[in-house]
Nanobody, 122 residues
Framework: QLVESGGGLVQAGGSLRLSCAAS????????MAWFRQAPGKERLFVAA????????TYADSVKGRFTISRNSTTRMVYLQMNTLKSEDTAVYYC?????????????????WGQGTQVTVSS
């Protein structure tokens, strides 16, 4: 089970931190990721991280602004979002996969959270 929290309404230029709690079968996964989906658009990759070594990868659109991190002890994953823009507005989903390779396609992720809304006002 994956449970996201931390979404909300923020002004452009502001910051938010999303959290994802992993439990149940998801605790044996190898890679955690964040995706986002705006209304009427496809689900897009944001960032991913490996549990074991903390290796990360980011979408070009968020590089330098977003940071993904994890706490392997508490099985928590975070997405720190800075310098937010109106185009960052979307529902953000936490996802997990068992394979150890960082992947950016949502089809590669088996487990999903319910999503948390992030709205950036301009």
């Amino acid at each position: 089970q994956l449970v996201e929290s931390g979404g909300g309404l923020v002004q452009a230029g502001g910051s938010l931190r999303l959290s994802c709690a992993a439990s149940g079968r998801t605790v044996i996964t190898s890679v955690m990721a964040w995706f986002r989906q705006a209304p009427g658009k496809e689900r897009l990759f944001v960032a991913a991280i490996t549990w074991s070594r903390g290796i990360t990868t980011y979408a070009d659109s968020v590089k330098g602004r977003f940071t993904i991190s994890r706490n392997s002890t508490t099985r928590m994953v975070y997405l720190q979002m800075n310098t937010l823009k109106s185009e960052d507005t979307a529902v953000y989903y936490c996802a997990a996969r068992s394979g150890g390779t960082l992947r950016t396609d949502h089809y590669d992720y088996r487990y999903w959270g319910q999503g948390t809304q992030v709205t950036v006002s301009s």
